[in-house]
């Protein structure tokens, strides 16, 4: 959450405005999630998947805002640039969707024991 908050003081910083704010707001968001689901964490049951799950939430959050962030630093100037940060983004969105999956599949595993 404090790379969003830092984020948002210097969003003139990138050549593409409003994909820089987008990359601020993405990073208070997705630092909101990752400070509810550590705060909930204990609730869940996953066994020998809980470390893989909360890597996938925490490196795929990042990535998220890494790919809006560099789309907006980077202008999307070239293919390359575009092909990079939607690469980033598609990565990162798997593993958020995956990382989420599995730590609801652990509040309904936990619930139920």
Do not use: C, E
């Amino acid at each position: 959450m404090l790379v969003g908050l830092v984020h948002g003081f210097v969003p003139d910083i990138t050549p593409n405005r409003s994909l820089g704010v987008s990359a601020h707001v993405a990073a208070i968001q997705n630092g909101t999630i990752l400070v509810v689901l550590g705060v909930a964490w204990r609730y869940t049951s996953l066994g020998k998947f809980d470390l893989w799950a909360a890597w996938m939430n925490i490196i795929g959050m990042y990535g998220l805002w890494t790919g809006l962030f560099l789309a907006a630093a980077m202008g999307l100037l070239s293919p390359n640039a575009s092909a990079l940060t939607a690469s980033i983004q598609i990565v990162a969105s798997i593993l958020v969707t995956l990382g989420i999956a599995f730590a609801l599949y652990g509040f309904v595993r936990h619930h139920d024991t």
